[in-house]
Antibody, heavy 122, light 107 residues
Framework: QVQLQESGPGLVKPSETLSLICTVS??????????WGWIRQPPGKGLEWIGS???????YYNPSLKSRVTMSVDTSKNQFFLKLTSVTASDTAVYYC??????????????WGQGTPVTVSS | DIQMTQSPSSLSASVGDRVTISCRAS??????LAWFQQKPGKAPKSLIF???TLHRGVPSKFSGNESGTDFSLTISSLQPEDFATYYC?????????FGPGTKVEIK
């Protein structure tokens, strides 16, 4: 079965870079059928799409975060990555990785990781 | 950006009730609308895509409907495991946007 697992530091200092890894099993990040995405959820709040990436490295970012976000893929390790620079307390959230299935126009979410909490604090 | 709104923001219902949650897009999104269920402390679970198509393994008590820019999620007979927060999301255009959620609580 498809499984996604987020990993990374749970505490990041303000102004530093948040780096997360999503390790995928049961599905291939090099498949042309899928996109791979990151979503976050601040404590007690709703869901925010951060961005999505395709196996060839083409990525789409939320304009609200675009200047600080970089996503990448490592097909040899079946992983994809999130980097968010210059973090502040407002970046404190649970971060989810997810698989998106290609549709006629844009892909839709099907499988989600369990999420990893990240706190930005000195 | 396409704005998604949901109503109500919360509702109380009893086991066995039929429940309907509404979602509205700020512009036309065809049927590029998904629904998710999230329980406290858990990841969202994908329920529906293309406005009305159930993901594999999702019970048929869930159904989705669309009418223009208005969408709905109906649970035909609420069960204890259905008490959760439900989100809609458009994937018609980037950036993907989610509704603010509807919390379904036990009456």
């Amino acid at each position: 079965q498809v499984q996604l697992q987020e990993s990374g530091p749970g505490l990041v200092k303000p102004s530093e870079t948040l780096s997360l890894i999503c390790t995928v099993s049961g599905s291939s990040v090099s498949s042309a059928s899928y996109h791979w995405g990151w979503i976050r959820q601040p404590p007690g709040k709703g869901l925010e799409w951060i961005g999505s990436i395709y196996y060839d490295g083409s990525a789409y970012y939320n304009p609200s975060l675009k200047s600080r976000v970089t996503m990448s893929v490592d097909t040899s390790k079946n992983q994809f990555f999130l980097k968010l620079t210059s973090v502040t307390a407002s970046d404190t959230a649970v971060y989810y990785c997810a698989r998106l299935l290609w549709a006629a126009r844009l892909p839709y979410f099907d499988h989600w990781g369990q999420g990893t909490p990240v706190t930005v604090s000195s | 950006d396409i704005q998604m709104t949901q109503s109500p923001s919360s509702l109380s219902a009893s086991v066995g009730d039929r429940v309907t949650i509404s979602c509205r897009a700020s512009q036309g999104i065809s049927n590029y609308l998904a629904w998710f269920q999230q329980k406290p402390g858990k990841a969202p679970k994908s329920l529906i895509f293309a406005a009305s198509t159930l993901h594999r393994g999702v019970p048929s008590k869930f159904s989705g409907n669309e009418s223009g820019t208005d969408f709905s999620l109906t649970i035909s007979s609420l069960q204890p495991e259905d008490f959760a927060t439900y989100y809609c999301q458009q994937y018609y255009s980037y950036p993907f946007t989610f509704g603010p959620g509807t919390k379904v609580e036990i009456k």
